[in-house]
């Protein structure tokens, strides 16, 4: 702090910067708390640096924050391997505005972070910071130890690699919003027609319990199946559930409740105004973010 009360520079640009960089440090880790770590380490490394010789505050930031990420993301990797079930992102409680912005919102959406999941870590920095943040190929490159001529190579790779994975077309939010109604009417009133007219023939639901929550340890493949577990749950489950609609990482989605607490939350993939991914988070440890918003940011 200074003289006059006001933050140190360092403290300043970091503050300035910090949405930024957390939104950078999750859409690579797809972990609020692993993105609050990363963040964490990045301060303790730039509080010591000397900003008289750092040209672009913002540009070295990111790169601290790639780095951190970079490193994280190949422990968590060999991590993921022994977890319990299907992994799935943390969900986070967003602000309606982060919606307006479609290639922010699509950006941090469950179906993005799953595909960027089969990207190898270099090929998910590289690919996060040149198509979601719009950084220079000389940035990317000081950021994850490459020359610029490769980081074009990995980023023209990386690309196609998700361009075949994530959903064909854009879905309008109203569309969205649609497919979760019509998913919240069948899921409460049990009408199992209803659910399948809206899920596709070949829609895959993931539920991740992480083995403290009861879940399906593998891959749910086909409407008829997808539409008996949901129905068969909600019917279990009884008058003590609910679903409150809410803005999930960028769009629409569904917070369970059980007995008025927070079970779990559901987020979809739509394409051609069907169902095609469900993806339903039971594991407590990943539902903290869902009770209050977090800021993303470009």
């Given amino acids: ?47 010591g640096v000397d900003l008289g010789a750092v040209r672009d505050r913002r540009a070295y930031l990111v790169r601290i924050t790639t780095r951190q990420a ?27 505005d982060v919606a307006e912005d479609v290639e922010l919102a699509d950006s941090v959406s469950m179906a993005m972070l799953l595909v960027l999941e089969t990207l190898t870590p270099t090929e998910r920095a590289v690919f996060v910071l040149r198509e979601v943040f719009d950084l220079k190929y000389y940035e990317i490159a000081e950021a994850v130890g490459k020359s610029p001529a490769a980081v074009r190579q990995i980023a023209h790779r990386a690309r196609a690699h998700v361009a075949a994975r994530r959903p064909r077309g854009t879905v309008s939010p109203a569309e969205m919003r649609g497919a979760l109604q019509a998913f919240q009417r069948a899921v409460e009133t049990g009408d199992l027609q209803s659910l399948l007219d809206i899920l596709a023939p070949d829609v895959v639901a993931l539920t991740d319990g992480g083995g403290v929550k009861r879940a399906r340890l593998r891959p749910i493949v086909g409407a008829a199946k997808v539409a008996r ?28 409740r059980l007995d008025g607490e927070i079970d779990g939350v559901v987020a979809m993939r739509v394409e051609g105004g069907l169902v095609t991914g469900l993806y339903l988070v039971r594991n407590p440890e990943k539902l903290s973010r869902v009770e209050r918003e977090t800021a993303v940011s470009r």
């Avoid at 679903?243 to 989605?253: D, K, M, R, T, Y």
């Fill in 229 to 256: 577990v949901f129905t068969a749950g909600a019917v279990k489950a009884g008058a003590g559930m609910s679903f409150e609609p809410a803005q999930v990482n960028g769009g629409p989605a569904l917070v369970v």
């Fill in 70 to 96: 970079l490193t994280r993301l190949r422990t968590l990797g060999r991590r993921r391997e022994s977890y319990v079930g299907p992994w799935l992102p943390e969900p986070l409680l967003t602000a309606p």
């Fill in 1 to 47: 702090m200074s003289e006059d009360g006001r933050p140190d520079p360092a403290t300043e640009a970091f503050v300035a910067y910090r949405n930024l960089l957390f939104t950078i440090a999750y859409e690579m880790l797809g972990s609020a708390a692993d993105a609050e770590d990363v963040l964490q380490e990045t301060w303790l490394r730039w509080a």
